[in-house]
């Protein structure tokens, strides 16, 4: 038997140039008993394909299968969004630009030249008291006002923390 057309149609196989009709002509000759041995090792290729034509078709209840999943409820999940997580990418941003100024600001001030007019010249300051103990009494008077303003500032704090520690107690001992 000539085996001519089956070597044809093999060849413009492997060169991907056959049709549809003619891979069934070649699934068709190699699932048959009687293949010859020169052909022998491709028919493990063809019976392969040909189950696995077999082996694809949808089942009977595939639209039922689709339908249920695609009609099964979708559960959402919701997420409270705070404002602190709403403004940290700001944060972060705001961060990134603060220490881009610092650092510029410290490269240019580590850059500049630095002359003599930055230094301070002692020789030009001029004292106000030509009497140290004057300047002393002046700065002593100066400190017990800050003094006396902090003792108040204190005083009326502890008041204000009494205040309802007290009323809480008149209260209960009606």
Known sequence: MDYKY????????????????????LRSFFSQENVPAALQKYRPLFACQQQD???Q?????????????IEEPVTVKA??????????????????VAIVITLG?????????????????????KDTYKDPAAAYN?????LELVSEGISKAQAYDSAKAVAPAVLRDSMTHK
């Open 105 to 125: 600001n410290a490269a240019q001030f580590s850059m500049t030249d630095k002359s003599a007019d930055d230094d301070i010249n002692y020789a030009s300051y």
């Open 53 to 55: 034509v077999k082996e």
């Open 57 to 69: 078709k949808l089942g009977d209840d595939f639209d039922a299968r689709i339908l249920s999943m």
């Open 79 to 96: 997420r409270t969004v705070t404002m602190w997580s709403r403004f940290t990418p700001l944060f972060k941003a705001a961060a990134v």
């Open 6 to 25: 089956i070597e044809q149609l093999l060849e413009r196989y492997w060169q991907c140039q056959t049709t549809v009709e003619e891979e069934a002509i």
């Open 138 to 142: 002046k700065v002593e008077d100066a």
